[in-house]
């Protein structure tokens, strides 16, 4: 069963099995499912994630697939974000840990994903857990855990360009 496939081997010599990649999504573990969202090239279909999309891994886990399009946003994986949007995966489902795809991916400082999703019309007045909007959430990242992208964010989420 699709469930008990792995992964390639990762760089820590273990693989992962379809379980264990959605608790870590539901669990919000973003930089522990690096290696399983990379891409090469621009090619997303060349990514882990992707591959157990089109094996239809995720029929029976949406929450887990909201989950994926978020954690693709947190990491900057524009391909994969945009693969998983051309599918119809909702951006604002992906909210586990309070705050959506749009919101992690100003947090984070990933442009080009907050272009991505602004681009598709994902509401920026969605409010996160701690009750700030996309720019609020871009505003306070910029202060406490900069990124060099903040600035361009912050401008793009500034109602003066919406």
Known sequence: PVAER???????????TFDAVVRGLL??????LT???????????????????????????????????????????????????????????????GMNALHWAA?????AVVELLLSRGVSTHVRSR???TVLDTAIWSAEHEPKPDHARIIAALSPSQR
């Open 6 to 16: 792995k992964f390639p081997a990762m760089s820590t010599g273990e693989g992962w």
């Open 130 to 132: 701690y009750g700030g």
């Open 35 to 97: 290696r399983v969202f990379e891409t090469i090239g621009s090619d997303p279909r060349r990514s882990a994630i992707v591959q157990w999309v089109e094996a239809g891994a995720f029929a029976s886990e949406p929450v887990a697939l909201a989950e994926a399009l978020t954690t693709a946003c947190w990491l900057g994986e524009v391909e994969v974000a945009r693969y998983l949007l051309d599918l119809g995966v909702d951006p604002l489902a992906g909210n586990g840990t």
């Open 27 to 32: 669990h919000g573990d973003c930089i522990a």
């Open 107 to 111: 947090n984070r400082g990933q442009l």
